[in-house]
């Protein structure tokens, strides 16, 4: 991160929005001044998906980013990649992806596979995100021309097809994805791409924008993210993983934890010790996601009294009028892949 981002940022997970109250939810983080909002994938009956719920949340907001959960394992890559971009076309620019990879015997029986186990899962995630970045470079910019004179509504020389193959030693079924994709190249070229730093060493460190770190408690998690940057370099922002659980309404936070079900590091108790806690936390990381016990109790909290102060203390960056989640990330919109080998083939044309 440059040093005009030393501030950091924060993101809040919104899993506990229903349905009909993603939209109450996703303006209520803007407003309170959140620089992105996150989508579990849980499956819960009758709910819609991460992705879905993301997509919603896009016309209804402006400034905060929409970072749903897409797993890799059971879901066709080729749909993963033309979903995303649609999200980042919804969003006009905010969206990203948090890639899952988790064992799940009613997903795979749900698509007629076997279940997914250990190393595997890492490789079926690095494999899907090879396929959504080569299939998103597989329109160049400016390939919709919309001419009318000549009746061309795409110029076919910015087309490509993506020629991917999983690799030697693929754990899994092996595929093919020749593309190219059915949508345009995303408004940000690539989406930043987010991985749980468990699923480190499978997925290479460059295929990768942000990762996701957890520890089991407060105290160890600063440690973990130092540790975690030594591994991925100054390039890929490292982005701490938090439970919150504050003092709100007169009922102390002790008692109303509820038990984590990620394993995450939990904060319980007032505005201001999270308030502190943040500043010191946001030092060594490039970012922050809560994921509050109770959504519209702690994003009340947060927004009242926990977010104004670090903004005031110079520990949060601005939010981004009209910018794109790589703008947040700091990462420059990168070319297509595929464009500097065929321009050679267009000269003249």
Known sequence: MSDSQAAGFLAIELDGAGWDGISRAVLAAESAGFHAATFTDAPVPGRANALQRAAFAGPVSRTIALVPEVDTVYTEPFHISTQLASLDYVSGGRAGWIVTAAESPEAAAAVGRSSVTGAALGQEAAASIEVSRRLWDSWEDGAVIRDVATGRYIDVDKLHYADYETPAGFAGPGYSVKGPSIIPRPLQGQLPVLVPASLLGEVPTEALDAVLVSAPTPELLAAEVRDVRSRVGASVAVI??????????????????????????????????????????????????????????????????????????????????????????????????????????????
């Open 240 to 349: 701490a993983e938090l439970d919150v659980v504050l003092d709100s309404r007169g009922q102390a936070a002790a008692s109303r934890v509820v038990a984590s079900d990620g394993g995450r590091a939990a904060f319980v108790g007032t505005a201001e010790g999270l308030t502190d806690f943040l500043a010191d936390l946001l030092k060594e990381a490039d970012g922050v996601r809560l994921n509050p016990a109770s959504l519209f109790v702690d994003l009340e909290e947060l927004g009242r009294l926990v977010l104004p102060e670090l903004r005031r203390r110079g520990a949060l960056r601005p939010v981004l009028q009209d910018g794109t989640f790589r703008d947040l990330l700091g990462l420059d919109r990168p070319a297509s892949r595929y464009a500097s080998a065929a321009a050679p083939a267009r000269t003249g044309k």
